[in-house]
Nanobody, 126 residues
Framework: QVQLVESGGGLVQTGASLRLSCAAS????????MGWFRQAPGKEREFVSA??????STTYAGSLKGRFTISRDNAKVYLQLNSLKPEDTAVYYC?????????????????????WGQGTQVTVSS
């Protein structure tokens, strides 16, 4: 059974930074595209960022570009969150697409992904 495990969330003040990590239990995802999504209380899950399996291509939700940075190695995918705002408060989910033939393709829709983690809570206080 595929398991993705996120870590790195927490309670921080406005303007702080966090680094989220996502690892696959017992294996690597070196040839799979990865993504991050988030869901705030009372809202639908939304796309945050994605990275191709080669790491060459990345994309971000328009409002987040410049503050968030996605990266990866063979074992983990990371999401660096800078200049955090209260509106960034959400559960952040890691997702994996298990059929990423194109090394430069990124995916922004939830249904593009096959596996999901349980999420890590990020809370930003004002």
């Amino acid at each position: 059974q595929v398991q993705l495990v996120e870590s790195g969330g927490g309670l921080v003040q406005t303007g702080a930074s966090l680094r989220l990590s996502c690892a696959a239990s017992g294996r690597t995802f070196s040839r799979n595209a990865m993504g991050w999504f988030r869901q705030a209380p009372g809202k639908e899950r939304e796309f945050v960022s994605a990275i191709s399996w080669s790491g060459i291509s990345t994309t971000y939700a328009g409002s987040l570009k410049g503050r968030f940075t996605i990266s990866r190695d063979n074992a983990k995918v990371y999401l660096q969150l800078n200049s955090l705002k209260p509106e960034d408060t959400a559960v952040y989910y890691c997702a994996e697409r298990d059929r990423s033939a194109n090394p430069t393709q990124v995916y922004t829709r939830s249904d593009d992904y096959d596996y999901w983690g349980q999420g890590t809570q990020v809370t930003v206080s004002s």
